[in-house]
């Protein structure tokens, strides 16, 4: 793959995914949008190591670990992020981002 | 002999009064009187076995007292000579004075059980005496500048406590507020004075200050608006005395004074904290006299003044606690005229030796005097003479030593009074004419109110009593017996053997020409009196008509009161006070304000930029972000 | 075009496409369901580049576990049929604004930077690689056991902690 796909391509790729879920997560009002949005970066930030890894260095395999870590904490985060949300939703009934708002002076 | 046990005179008054003020009010009251007065009761066989101890040391050789410094403990050091030191001096002067102290506070002690009971704030009363009792005791033995200072503040604020101990009473506090700001006024003077000789002698302590003829402020020359700079420090000092001894014209609070209960105006405003300033005086006395002799002349003309005016103005005052302290401001005056015309040295230090002999007699017959009169406030309900008369048919015991200190301080034979107003007279006649005949007027005067008094509550009109009259209770005749026996007895005290102005023995010359001058006059003060109080007659009134304004001048004090306030309110107040409190309220205080102001602007706006929302911030960071990111690429490649 | 390229830029729109209307869309669970496609595609990404554990990774954790309980969460706590309302306009426009600026930012740095590229043949890492690395088996590089461990310690951590915060209370 490498011959035929020049690193600057996937990168942009992998950038855009990225600033899709910047973007994301200052727009949405739902919480549980605004989690998508941050699996969104997560997910854009690992294709950026392993491509690293793949195109400048294969003999390691730093950037495939880094993945490999970035992916588990986004599964713990994921999970207690949706605990909370579960326990708004309870407490609130609502998950817009502008309910959230009682501790706020 | 080791005499480190000196240290619990000092101690246990102050934690009476710890214990007292902290725990007075889980204490009987009856209990919280009895502990008071027995402590001070071990406090005054402290003093007298103090006394015996130091009187025979054998470090007295050529028959000059020592002075004795068993317990010093070092404060602030400064330099070499100049440390402030908490320490105990006994000389003649300090251990008599500590004798007097302990003895009146034990009476005024022992009498206040019946006098005040029942009264609110007992515990507290006592809790303050001890304090009292502490401070002054403490400041009888100073010795440094320093120290003396310290107690001299801590006797005012005793002072000002118990005179404003009804404190719910508006005239109890505001003389109370009166007596402290006077004195106050005339401490920084003392304090100045203090720091000038200080400053040019080089030390605080007493004993280098005064020692060798007070060789050591000799050697400053320098001068300024005509005096040496020694006598500006010693007239500063002298006003310091002038204002706790209400000297003319800084008397104005202790008139006003007697608002406290009649004990503590026996105990302080007769007998102990009005002649701390005679007692300063006396210490520093070489200083005095080879170093500042004008001022030694200044001072016995204050002390003439003030006796003459007193006793004028006792003449015509009707409240008998008033009559009682213009009498006790007469004979300060007697006290500071003869520490004035006093020399130095075995023949010639008459004066300081009768000042402090009347210092000592006054202070058993005038503390007898004012327990008495409070017997008869007590048991009339009443202060003003013109409702009494007649009591001697209902109180015996406390018509007996009433008397008894009338003819004290009258200066009849074989009294107390007699022998020390005598070498008082013999001093004056000594050394200054002029002096003397005021002195024997004075004591004319004296006699002839302090027997008004006597002939118009005793004798007089028989008035009918509202309520039953009855003789004091036990525990305020015991003392009154007691101060009675003293006042007639300490007369014979040869105190010349042991108090005089350079340690030696001093004996006093027998004048019988002034003896029976004196005598004389009281006689005659005596008999107007009879003549016109015993027996309800027109004469007093007659004469009052024929005085005319000088009569009612007098009677209204001759309106020294009205010229201090006339000064405060219209110089002081008007224009400086409220200038000042002015800029203080919208200059300073603004200033401040403005600053908080400003603040709690600048928050108000700031505050919208924490919001809580966290996509805000995110969009921040994403922007700060791409915005460093743009300036580095920027700088990296210029 | 070859057809690895012509695979790749098919996967590459998809991608885009599909994340555009993650971000964009009014309805929750079509936005679960973009996303569900873009973790997909992604690894379909990570076989194409011969990694096939990473790949298997991202489909087992990212999309059967997260995206699972993504629309867990949706089922439980929102109105499914419920159009959102857009966002408003300042922050609409203020995202936009922001991200669009990074990306060209972005774009532009990495178009002007050489990458080393390292163009020989090598052999792609295996399962057993991988797990010797991870255990600090192999002595030629530096292992990853601690980190490890943390992840472990971390997982049960979020577990409990997502247990806590969630439970009814009685």
Known sequence: MIQEIPITHVLVLSSFLFFCGICGFIIRRNLITLLMAVELILNAVSINFVVFNKYLFPHQMEGLFFALFVIGIAAAEAAVAIALIINVYRRLGSIQVEDVAEMKY | MNLSFVVLIFILPLLVFAVLGLAGMYLRPRLAGLLATGITGIVFLLSLLTAWIYFRLPVHSAGIYQPVIPVSFEWLRFSDRLVATLGILLDPVAVMMLVVVSFVSLMVHWYSLGYMQGEKGFQRYYAFLSLFTFSMMSLVVATNLVQMYIFWELVGISSYLLIGFYYTRPAAIAAAKKAFIVTRFADLGFLIGILLLSYYAGTFDFGLIVGNHASSVGVVSSSFAGLKVVEWAMLLVFMGAAGKSAMFPLHIWLPDAMEGPTPVSALIHAATMVVAGVYLIARMFPVYYFHAPAVLSLIAYTGAFTSLFAAIIACTQTDIKRVLAFSTLSQIGYMMLSLGVSGYGQQDSAGYTASLFHLFTHAMFKSLLFLAAGAVIHAVHENSILRMGGLRKYMPSTHLAFLVGCLAIAGIPFFSGFYSKEEILIAAWEHHKALFFVAWLVAGLTAFYMFRLYFTVFWGRDRYYHHPVNEAPRSMRIPLLVLSFISIVAGYVPFGRYVSAAGHFSETHFYPGIAIASVTIALIGILIAMKMYARPNAFPEKLTKKMGLFYVAACNRFYIDEGYLFITKKIIFNPIAHTVAWVDRHVVDGMVNAIAKITEEIAFRIRKMQGGQVQEYGLIMAASATGLALLLIYLATN | ?170
């Open chain 3, 1 to 170: 075009m070859t057809a690895g390229q012509f695979i790749f830029y098919t996967m590459a729109f998809i991608m885009v496409a599909f994340s555009v209307f993650t971000i964009f869309s009014r309805n929750i669970l079509r936005s679960a369901f973009y996303l569900f496609c873009v973790l997909v595609t992604t690894s379909f990404l990570y076989f194409m580049l011969g990694y096939e554990f990473m790949a298997g990774v991202q489909l087992i954790l990212y999309v059967g576990g997260i995206v699972v309980l993504i629309v867990f969460s949706i089922l439980l706590t929102s109105h499914i049929g419920h159009k959102f309302p857009w966002p408003s306009k300042r922050k609409l426009m203020a995202g936009v604004t922001v991200s669009l600026a990074g990306f060209l930012l972005a774009v532009k740095v990495l178009c002007c930077y050489p990458f080393p590229v390292v163009h020989e043949k090598v052999k792609l890492p295996g399962m057993k690689e991988i797990g010797r690395q991870l255990l600090d088996l192999d002595t030629r590089h530096s292992g990853y056991a601690l980190p490890f461990e943390i992840i472990g310690i971390l997982l049960l951590a979020a577990m409990v902690g997502a247990i806590m915060i969630a439970k009814k209370e009685k």
